[in-house]
């Protein structure tokens, strides 16, 4: 008879994009284990509520930090700023910005194509640069971010973001290669087609194959506690992008896909 | 480039309509959604628990509340939680009960938003000691019509909160609210069972036991005819307080068990439910429930469906009406006879029958309860014979003063509604104070005449 939560030691965490609708899942349940966190996002009016909301459910620390990723000074000084409000050196962070360029119609001009790869790239490579700088000696640490299942192969549909996810893939990858010696986990994240503001309106968030941001959320906290390396989320990508994967490309350039 | 609408139907699948669906980020979103064009009408969308056609409207748009769902404060002195509308009664209790907070009443689903249990102004088990959740809110944040959001409260625009609370969404978009939760000391709920022979029976342990009763319901079994018409289980029952539970439960006195949620996967296509089934399950409800005391967990006292679901699908691809009447004390024993023997006479199955007597009104304009009696009941829905049947009903309500709660109604026609609810003119003149234009809609206020056509 217990569903009560658990708690553990606290953590203290950076959540980054926490106005994302897969963040939002995955704050409530953080600070439902009790975990302290600095919510980061662009947009103050956004956070607070946002804060509010997280403090009410949870007992632990929540501190607001307004942060643009593409800010390079503004990243450099993210851990001091967030050991600041937090009172103690942060131990974890969740990257979770991004946005979902358009490439539905015309083909993505050379700006277009720049922000895209900007945004979802190298924003999130800075961001985790100066995280594994912060906690390649606190064994125990964790990073994980968000990828998509849209970097495993790119297709027509959406090929600039997925090569800006794929980037973010192999970056984790190598991150992880250099920081298990230390005892820090990196953890990437691939959620398929996830029904958040983010994919309001897209015809692709209303198939079968849609997730709840609740699900992914559940998920990555599950991954993030068990230290795992790659998460598909919803589990069925992962058999998915393995066929996918599998395709060879002289039939796979002919696929609508 | 407008989205292309979805087919949309309440809890009970019928009727349907096809309504373009939004769902804004957050309240400033929804401020800009309701402030844009929509000819065709606008009505809000919480997790669509109303059985008919309240939360949609066909060739309008519907609103979403799902990811305006933010707690925004909790004062643990006063127990007032302030919350945006999305939030679900089951987000509450997830967060509230470990910390020893229940809601004041609730429904007999969880799955309900707080916006949608204010529009409907829900009520529950405990409704004849405490009213409706109208009874426990103490501000109501309305978007109105011009898209600007406008606090009201019993002492600020109570022209407003009292139109709200009860207002089925046709004053605008309720976007937040604050309420007070109550105290509990465990998660558990003591129950004392009574088999009654009778209706009468049914309605002396009511106003037996009622009194000394924080919950009290009845399961009433619309299958018995005859001297058996009415016969019923009793369930009353107290939050169980912390020394009655053993020393072991009592390390986690706000423990839930974890239950197999089950679910119905596909919609059989034809109801399940029919004249025979319902009665074997009836008998076997009734003898299984002799005169006793057991402690059960909130889920399984408060929310028996939840743990199946999916459930509605069990009603086939038609669907299923849900009809909720009230009768005023001194007319329920005569109505509900007369009720209950027009149902047996029609050979409607009803598998979810539940009585419970009420208590006071919480003044809202459109109000369901005062005291009385109230009988809800599952209909599975067959063109025609269900549309001749409830007429019937509405009119032996109407004789004996009753009314239909208006989250369920699913055919009820504009006049019978106009003389069950004399306060619709006070109503409408609020709503033409903050929605000049008549931009709130539903289907089901179109069909009731509360909204033109």
Redesign the interface.
């Known amino acids: 008879?217990?569903?009560?939560?658990k708690r553990d030691d606290p953590r203290n965490v950076i959540l980054v994009g926490a106005t994302s609708?897969i963040a939002r899942g995955l704050g409530r349940r953080l600070v439902?284990r009790g975990w302290n966190l600095v919510v980061t996002g662009r947009d103050a009016?956004?956070l607070a509520?946002?804060a509010?909301?997280l403090r009410?459910?949870g007992s632990g620390t929540i501190a607001t930090l307004v942060f643009d990723p593409s800010d390079g000074a503004a990243v450099a000084g993210l851990f001091g700023a967030a050991a600041a409000l937090l009172g103690a050196p942060p131990d974890g962070i969740i990257v979770c910005h991004g946005t979902l360029p358009d490439e539905s119609g015309a083909l993505l001009d050379v700006g277009q194509t720049r922000d895209a790869i900007d945004a979802g790239f190298t924003s999130a490579a800075m961001v985790l640069a100066a995280a594994a700088r912060a906690l390649e000696d606190r064994p125990g640490a964790f990073l994980a971010a968000i990828s998509s299942v849209a970097g495993d192969r790119g297709r027509q549909s959406n090929y600039t973001y997925g090569a800006a996810k794929a980037g973010l893939t192999a970056y984790l990858s190598g991150l992880r290669n250099r920081l298990h010696p230390r005892g820090v986990a990196v953890l990437t994240v691939k959620p398929g087609i996830v029904r958040t503001?983010m994919t309001?309106?897209l015809a692709a968030a209303r198939s079968p194959l849609a997730a709840d941001a609740d699900t992914v959320a559940r998920d990555i906290e599950r991954a993030i506690l068990r230290r795992q390396d790659v998460l598909y989320t919803p589990w069925f990508w992962w058999p998915v992008m393995t066929v996918i994967g599998a395709i060879p490309e002289a039939i796979f350039k002919r696929l609508k896909l | 480039?407008s989205?292309a609408p979805q087919t949309l139907s309440g809890w009970g699948r019928f009727p349907v309509g096809d309504s373009v669906v939004a769902?804004p980020?957050?309240r400033?979103g929804m401020a800009r959604a309701v402030g844009g064009d929509h000819g065709a009408g606008l009505i809000a969308r919480g997790l669509g628990r109303a059985y008919g056609d309240s939360a949609f409207v066909a060739g309008g748009t519907v609103v979403e509340t799902a990811?305006i769902d933010?707690?925004?404060?909790?004062d643990p002195q006063s127990g007032l939680l302030d919350v945006e509308a999305g939030v679900s009664f089951a987000e509450i209790i997830a967060?509230f009960l470990?910390r020893g907070w229940f809601l004041p009443t609730t429904p007999g689903t969880k799955y309900v938003t707080v916006g949608g249990a204010i529009a409907a102004d829900v009520h529950g088990k405990n409704h004849h000691r405490h009213g409706s959740i109208g009874m426990f809110v103490e501000r109501i944040d309305v978007c109105v019509a011009d898209g600007t959001v406008v606090s009201c409260s019993r002492g600020e625009n109570s022209d407003l909160f009292h139109a709200t609370l009860g207002g089925m969404g046709l004053t605008g978009v309720i976007v937040a609210a604050s309420f007070r939760l109550v105290r509990v000391e465990t998660s558990r709920v003591t129950v004392d069972y009574h088999r009654t022979a009778d209706l009468e029976e049914t309605l002396t342990v009511f106003e037996a036991g009622d009194a000394g009763s924080e919950h009290s319901v009845a399961w009433i079994d619309c299958m018995a005819s005859g001297r058996a018409m009415g016969r019923s289980v009793v369930m009353q029952g107290r939050n169980t307080p912390l020394g009655e539970l053993s020393p072991e439960?009592r390390r986690?006195p706000?423990?839930?068990?974890?239950k197999r949620v089950k679910s119905v996967p596909f919609t059989p296509p034809v109801s399940l439910l029919n004249s025979s089934s319902v009665r074997v399950f009836n008998e076997v409800f009734y003898a299984a429930h002799g005169n006793r005391r057991k402690v059960v967990?909130l889920d399984t006292f408060f929310y028996p469906l939840d743990s199946i679901r999916h459930w509605n699908r069990l009603y086939g691809p038609r669907g299923f009406i849900q009809y909720q009447a009230f009768f005023p004390r001194n007319s329920s024993l005569d109505g509900l006879r007369e009720l209950l023997s027009t149902i047996v006479a029609s050979g409607a199955a009803s598998f979810l029958a539940v009585l419970k007597s009420c208590g006071p009104a919480d003044g809202a304009m459109l109000s369901f309860l005062e005291p009385g009696h109230t009988l809800a009941l599952d209909i599975p829905y067959r063109q025609g014979v269900i549309e001749a049947l409830c007429g019937r009903l509405d009119r032996i309500l109407l004789e004996h003063g009753g009314r239909l709660y208006l989250a369920k109604d699913a055919l009820m026609d504009g006049t019978t509604f106009r003389a069950m609810y004399p306060r619709l003119d006070e109503f409408l003149a609020v709503k033409r104070r903050y929605d000049p234009d008549g931009l709130f809609a539903s289907s089901q206020s179109r069909r009731l005449g509360i909204t033109p056509v």
């Open positions: 008879m217990s569903r009560t939560p609708g439902a009016a956004r509520p946002l509010d909301d009410v459910r503001a309001e309106g | 480039m989205p769902t980020a957050d400033a990811r933010r707690f925004r404060g909790f967060v470990p439960a986690d706000f423990g839930l068990p974890r967990d």
